[in-house]
């Protein structure tokens, strides 16, 4: 089991920057890969940045790349975004996410199925 605790969301306006956390706690020792992904309202949960601890992979959505970057700790206890230049369309409840299964394709862990642990979100709320 692996619990997750999402902090550092806020209100900004755009072209600020903006940290968020993820506190892991738990079994962190199994963490196989660990995400972040958000959800507006009325739109679906869509990735925006992920990593595999093995192999140091990262994803990143086409719209944040070059903007947003996401990091962690070599316990595999804490995981952060950074996120550069924000705009109003990044508005939404940004969530921590924590799989422990390692997945052959790595483009998997881009989706919200392969994750089994998710934090209870933090708001992200950019005004223009």
């Known amino acids: 089991q692996v619990r997750l605790v999402e902090s550092g969301g806020g209100l900004v306006q755009t072209g600020d920057s903006l940290r968020l956390s993820c506190a892991a706690s738990?079994?962190?020792?199994?963490?196989?890969?660990m995400g972040w992904f958000r959800q507006a309202p009325g739109k679906e949960r869509e990735l925006v940045a992920a990593?595999?601890?093995?192999?140091?992979?990262?994803y990143y959505a086409a719209s944040v790349k070059d903007r947003f970057t996401i990091s962690g700790d070599n316990g595999k206890s804490a995981d952060y975004l950074d996120m550069n230049s924000l705009r109003p369309e990044n508005t939404a409840v940004y969530y921590c996410?924590?799989?422990?299964?390692?997945?052959?394709?790595?483009?998997?862990?881009?989706?919200?199925?392969?994750?089994?642990?998710w934090g209870q979100g933090t708001q992200v709320t950019v005004s223009s």
């Open positions: 738990g079994r962190t020792f199994t963490t196989a890969a």
């Open positions: 990593t595999t601890w093995s192999g140091g992979s990262t």
């Open positions: 996410a924590a799989t422990t299964l390692n997945y052959k394709i790595g483009a998997y862990y881009q989706t919200s199925r392969a994750y089994s642990f």
